[in-house]
């Protein structure tokens, strides 16, 4: 679009009032955005008396909060990977099929809905499917298959991981359709003129051309999975190891009296690692949406 | 003109929001006695200057309390049906410390907090003094001389357990907990940084295991054992994990496992002999509380009779039960279902509670992780 | 060749439609099954769960509360970001680096830490302004400015916003003129996606709302779940199936409109081209 040329017409006046039409919107986003943040970070910098200090990012030194930090590291990496290749292949299957049909609705819809509704109700989904008295524990249990017989699992990081691939798995399906939607099919075709396989076509052509998004993909998968609040709150209710939960707890025990400013500290521990994330998943867009746009 | 259509159309948006969100609140009644710093009810006129100021108000704020805990369900509804006056109840599995940070200044903020112990010694400055009429009936130990809280009904610490889902069907000691039959199976009502029940449930557990109420330190040991066992549940027990089957082994009041035991018919209770730990809930107001008159109001009815034997009827002890024997008004065949106690109780100070409260803040994260 | 390619294709389709079906389908079914069980061992069935709903009030408080909030949170935000955005593309253009940027930032600020911050905003609004659960229309607006300004912004890239809004100008249109009768019509279906990923994600939320002591839908479903777990499961199974059946039936009315106007657009883009080649991979 020439914007230039655009511009030139109202002359000298333009400058001095058309920013005003973006005031409404930086006003709103500087209060409801920046604010906060700005709170926290200023908020983890500054003891409760008011003096500059680096002891609360000290503190994040105690053996629980590591533990946290690891914990969430964990379930966030392997999630993302499951979630991704899953999800993908899921992708994959609804893209080669009618792009105004029924099918790619139906998964994009569900997608878009399991994407934001993790939380309360996927907890309460895990218990009834594979709580103690859950339908499918249940099921097993009748034909002599209990799944407990090594401990109670759902609690443990594994059944946390497999509670967040219901919500990573729909996230990657729409966030990863777009660039399938850009393969084209004259590459394909072009790859088999050539005398090339359907391996050599993954291989060399379309893997390439999608790895950057995947990988993408894969970051952002591994922030949203990192950040999730709601599923482990509302599955463990007595509180668990994770970083946003011990987060929470900071905000609500007494320590947080005394020490307002650790909860301020990991708030922005979190933010660093989510920026640097979702930046690299930034660049690795571009990249892709070059040949796919 | 330049002033463009998109900008005024969004202010005018705004201020559509705004008006109806003004519209939305309304402020608090003209109280014909200033409820806010009435420390009796004869400050305003006697119970009935209290009944036309808190009907003024119009509604009242009340947090962490489960319809099903000591009968709060009936009390609830019986002050609602009696007065007229709506009751928001908020969070109902919330702990004593999460009613207490609920106090933020805004209107959303209870008025009136039911705590344990330890969070109400430690924080008499956000309560403001009042004296509920039958004052006199509340023994010296159970309350603060000013009214800045005070005793409401109390019971003793047990353990809930299904019976069909134990080994041998019954638990004998504490100790049992941590054999290999208990896979995944125990839990605590509360989180003992946060919840009066769940730390009584961890002095309990120190008491059974050669502790005192003075030394906490062998319960939050016994809870590691049990974590490392594979036995503990990171799960609050409440009504609809009992139900759900999710957490068989419960530590709680005696009272609760009543009402649990009307959900699940093989439910049964024990309470270990050697280590009986009573203990009460203390009723506080909200000093910014956004209704005064209602929330004084709630006090006063909680502390009749009828208030107390609706806690009588929910198994827990109220705290009149004394005087209203002595009056003949206690519910006398409630007060003959009250769960049975095996010996002589132990119940802690303010000050045990609160040395108790201070070690597992400190050291429950890292026992249970 | 193409035969066996298209066989092996149609193959794989089936098997991981179907095995991710499963995986998605059991604990749907699970909900059901859950919310529909007697009190004792061997009860009959019931629907008790679901009718109860009705009866809690907590309950229908938190649901008339969400669905406000899914009403208002979105109409806000095509207030506020879709005249900006207009604005930047034809007379601002160096800000549209820097909206974008502030539009992708709440994707790396964690709602968790994010009310850490808002918490003190709040406490001023709740006395100054309101202490109604529908303030939270003002955070709920910054969680959905990513997913929102993706949508809107393909949707602007893909009608000729400069000449058609010149057009309208040059023949005596207002601004208010332009964004309505112009720029909405031509962007209908990224409007409705925009609107309806708000919709899912204000009905679904839950974090926000539980730090800053609200009771919106999802904790109140919560709170629920702690004490009967029936009602509980059958309003989170109900809110699903909701917010699906509501995304899927305008899913059907944004895309078939989107079709008839991307046919007549004289410059082609990228997604008009995804239509004429209709044989996918």
Redesign the interface.
């Known amino acids: 679009m020439a914007s230039t040329t655009a511009a030139r017409p109202s002359g000298g006046r333009r400058f001095s009032l058309s920013w005003v039409g973006a005031v409404p919107f930086f006003a709103y986003v500087g209060l409801f955005l920046l604010l906060p943040t700005g709170i926290i970070v200023v908020g983890s910098f500054f003891t409760k008396d008011g003096s500059l200090t680096l002891a609360n990012f000290a503190d994040i030194d105690k053996p629980y909060i590591i533990k946290s930090f690891t914990n969430s590291l964990i379930i966030s990496s392997v999630s993302a990977a499951i979630g991704a290749v899953v999800g993908a292949v899921l992708a994959y299957a609804v893209v080669t099929g009618d792009p105004n049909g029924t099918l790619r609705r139906l998964v994009t819809s569900a997608a878009g809905v399991l994407a934001q509704f993790g939380g309360v109700a996927l907890a309460i989904a895990l218990i009834a499917t594979v709580g103690s008295e859950g339908f499918v524990t249940k099921f097993l249990l009748a034909r002599g298959l209990n799944i407990y017989a090594g401990g109670l699992w759902i609690y443990e990081p594994i059944g946390i991981i497999l509670v967040y691939l219901y919500f990573q798995i729909p996230l990657m399906v729409l966030v990863f359709l777009p660039a399938l939607d850009g393969l084209r099919p004259q590459w394909r075709e072009a790859t088999e003129s050539l005398g090339g396989s359907t391996w050599h076509y993954w291989r060399y052509v379309a893997g390439p051309l999608l790895a950057p998004s995947f990988l993408g993909c894969t970051l952002l998968l591994f922030a949203n999975a990192f950040s999730a609040y709601a599923t482990v709150a509302a599955l463990l209710t007595q509180g668990g190891v994770y970083i946003t939960l011990e987060i929470q707890n900071l905000l609500t025990s007494e320590t947080e009296q005394t020490q307002p400013g650790l909860a301020q500290a990991l708030a922005l521990t979190m933010i660093v690692i989510v920026v640097l994330v979702t930046s690299l998943y930034t660049v690795l867009q571009s990249r892709t949406s070059k040949w796919l746009r | 003109m330049?002033?463009?259509?998109?900008?005024r159309?969004?202010?005018l948006?705004v201020v559509a929001?705004?008006l109806v969100?003004?519209c939305?609140?309304s402020p608090g009644g003209t109280a014909s006695c200033n409820a806010k710093t009435a420390t009796s009810a004869t400050d305003c006129g006697g119970i009935d200057g209290l009944v036309t100021a808190a009907k003024a108000e119009g509604a009242l704020n009340v947090i962490a309390l489960?319809?099903?805990w000591a009968n709060y369900g009936a009390v609830i509804a019986g002050f609602t049906a009696k007065y007229g006056i709506p009751i928001n109840?908020?969070?109902?599995?919330g702990s004593s410390?999460?009613e207490v940070?609920?106090f933020?200044?805004?209107?959303?903020a209870p008025d009136v907090v039911d705590v344990g112990q330890a969070v109400a010694l430690?924080n008499t400055a956000k309560f403001a003094p009042y004296k509920v009429a039958t004052w006199n009936d509340i023994p010296a130990g159970a309350k603060e001389p000013t009214g800045l809280w005070f005793n409401d009904y109390g019971g003793y610490m047990g353990i809930g357990y299904d019976s069909s889902k134990v080994p041998g069907g019954t638990i004998s000691s504490v100790a049992d907990l941590l054999g290999s039959g208990f896979?995944?199976k125990v839990?605590?009502a509360g989180?003992p940084?946060?919840s009066n029940q769940g730390l009584n449930g961890v002095i309990m557990a120190g008491v059974a295991n050669g502790g005192s109420l003075d030394d906490v330190s062998k319960g939050v040991d016994f809870f590691k054992q049990l974590k490392k066992a594979?036995n503990y549940?990171?799960?609050?027990g409440?009504?609809?994990?009992v139900?759900?089957?999710?957490t068989?082994v419960l530590f709680e009041w005696d009272y609760l496992s009543t009402s649990h035991g009307k959900?699940v018919?093989t439910w049964k209770i024990f309470v270990p002999s050697n280590a009986i730990i009573g203990g009460y809930y203390s009723q506080a107001i909200n000093k910014a509380a956004p209704h005064p008159a209602a929330a004084r109001l709630w006090m006063e009815y909680l502390y009749s009779d009828a208030g107390q034997n609706l806690w009588l009827k929910g198994g827990a002890r109220p705290v009149r039960m004394a005087a209203m024997t002595t009056a003949g008004t206690l519910d006398a065949a409630a007060a003959a279902a009250l769960p049975q106690v095996p010996g002589t109780p132990q119940v802690p100070t303010g000050d045990q509670t609160s040395k108790a409260s201070a070690y597992v803040?400190a050291n429950w994260?890292?026992a249970v992780? | 060749m193409q035969r066996s390619r298209r066989l092996k294709l149609l193959i794989f389709r089936w098997v991981v439609l179907v095995v991710v079906g499963v995986f998605f389908l059991a604990p749907l079914a699970a909900m059901f099954e859950f919310s529909t069980r007697g009190n004792a061992i061997n009860a009959p069935r019931t629907l008790e769960g679901w009718t109860l709903v009705g009866q809690t009030p907590g309950l229908v408080k938190g649901i008339i509360v969400s669905l406000e909030l899914a009403v208002i949170t979105p109409l806000a935000m095509l207030v506020l970001l879709l005249p900006t955005m207009v604005w930047v593309r034809l007379r601002l253009p160096s800000l549209k680096r820097i909206v974008e940027f502030v539009c992708l930032l709440p994707l790396t600020v964690p709602a968790i830490a994010l009310v850490v911050g808002l918490k003190p905003i709040y406490i001023w609004i709740e006395i100054n302004v309101s202490p109604l659960t529908q303030v939270l229309a003002f955070a709920y607006l910054i969680l959905i400015l990513p997913y929102s300004y993706r949508t809107l912004d393909a949707g602007l890239a893909a009608m000729d916003l400069k000449t058609l809004s010149e057009a309208a100008r040059s023949l005596g249109a207002g601004w208010a003129t332009v964004m309505l009768r112009v720029v909405v019509p031509n962007m209908s279906s990224a409007i409705l996606n925009a609107s309806l990923l708000s919709v899912a994600l204000v009905l679904g939320e839950y974090t926000v709302a539980n730090l800053l002591n609200f009771q919106n839908l999802q904790v109140e479903i919560q709170y629920v779940s702690l004490t009967t777990s029936n009602t509980a499961t059958a309003v989170a199974l109900g809110s699903l199936l909701f917010a699906f059946i509501l995304l899927l039936v305008l899913s059907f009315i944004g895309r078939s409109r989107g079709r008839r106007t991307r046919a007549e657009e004289i410059i082609p883009s990228s997604a008009s081209s995804a239509g004429i080649w209709g044989q996918r991979v």
């Open positions: 330049k002033w463009s259509s998109p900008v159309q969004l202010g948006a929001f705004l969100a003004a939305g609140s489960p319809p099903d109840s908020a969070n109902p599995n410390q999460q940070d609920a933020d200044g805004t209107p959303n430690a896979k995944g839990a605590l989180d940084t946060k594979g549940v990171p799960v609050v409440t009504a609809a994990t139900k759900a089957g999710q068989p959900d018919s803040v994260s890292q992780s």
